[in-house]
């Protein structure tokens, strides 16, 4: 094929290394060899046992599309006049909406006569594993932000959360609340309750939070026993009402499944108060806002103030 030894020999060890597709052409992108994976690249109507592509025209023989993806690096190789290898990658589709994945290699080949190998890598199962790889990474980072008993956010998600709505309320003086619930299976005046009807306990009266809370509420499983909820906008009169009907939901709960002997359960709340005409402040359940007023630097103060309320 060339007059180069040398040149001839390195050609047909390229045909050798890349089974999956090799095409020459010259820089009037005129074909001058072409293996079976190019021959079955070719547009429908020229598609024959018999069909001769040398000498052809690329644009020719290939559909539009194709020798868009091809031609780039083709044109770039012949404009360098270099020896090096440029890649590229190469996408087909077929007529069943299935994508074919190529890594595309272009290199120039000869001195005075400028000539392009266009070598082809199907690497189709990799794209797929990367895929599906992505895939189980997003699951993964999925799960990390739900507990899997409850289906609540995970405390870590949570608390990113909170951060950033403390931060917020902050800047624009807006009130923000949380309640935090406790349930109680080990009491000096209580039989333990077995580990896995307090799942069942947990996950059901997760279930009922959420049918209390707003869409822009957050609630989280804080601990092994404890639900803990995220209430922007909320100030503490909207905040006690809240609390009042999860207490209702969860007493109706317990009754109605008689837990009342084994399971019992505490409330805590802090409020912050993003108020315009001083520092920012909380306070807690059951408490006066002058008994309990406090300055609030960071959202944990928030979290400290509701396990101080739920523990009182």
């Not at 009266?205 to 989280?220: E, F, K, T, W, Y």
């Not at 019992?264 to 001083?278: K, L, N, P, T």
Request: hydrophobic residues 40%; charged residues 25%; glycine residues 6%.
């Amino acid at each position: 094929m060339f007059a180069e030894p040398d040149l001839d020999i390195f050609f047909r060890q390229l045909v050798d290394s890349w089974q999956d597709g090799v095409l020459l052409i010259d820089e009037n992108l005129t074909i001058h060899y072409c293996n079976t994976v190019f021959q079955n690249m070719i547009k429908g109507e020229l598609i024959s046992p018999d069909a001769k592509l040398t000498g052809c025209i690329v644009s020719d023989v290939f559909d539009e599309l194709l020798v868009e993806q091809f031609i780039e690096p083709v044109n770039a190789v012949f404009k360098a006049n270099d020896g090096h290898w440029l890649s590229d990658h190469l996408i087909i589709s077929e007529p069943q909406g299935v994508e074919r994945h190529f890594s595309l290699q272009v290199r120039l080949l000869g001195t005075d006569k400028k000539w392009a190998a266009i070598c082809l890598k199907n690497i189709s199962a990799l794209i797929r594993h990367e895929i599906r790889g992505n895939e189980l990474e997003l699951e993964l980072e999925q799960n990390s932000l739900r507990d899997e008993v409850t289906g609540l956010s995970s405390r870590a998600y949570w608390e990113s959360w909170l951060s950033s709505e403390f931060n917020r309320s902050k800047r624009y003086q807006q009130d923000l609340s949380i309640i935090l619930i406790d349930l109680a299976t080990h009491h000096e005046s209580l039989p333990e309750l077995p580990i896995e009807a307090f799942v069942n306990v947990l996950a059901d009266v997760a279930q009922l939070i959420q049918g209390v809370l707003r869409n822009s509420d957050q609630a989280a499983r804080y601990s092994d026993k404890r639900i803990v909820t995220l209430l922007p906008h909320t100030n503490g009169a909207g905040t006690e009402n809240l609390a009042a009907r999860i207490k209702m939901k969860i007493e109706s709960y317990l009754e109605e499944k008689e837990l009342q002997q084994w399971v019992e359960f505490r409330m805590g709340v802090a409020v912050f108060h993003g108020d315009s005409h001083g520092e920012s402040h909380g306070d807690s359940h059951g408490e006066t806002q002058n008994d309990a007023e406090q300055t609030l630097e960071r959202y944990d103060d928030m979290l400290q103030l509701a396990e101080d309320d739920l523990l009182s």
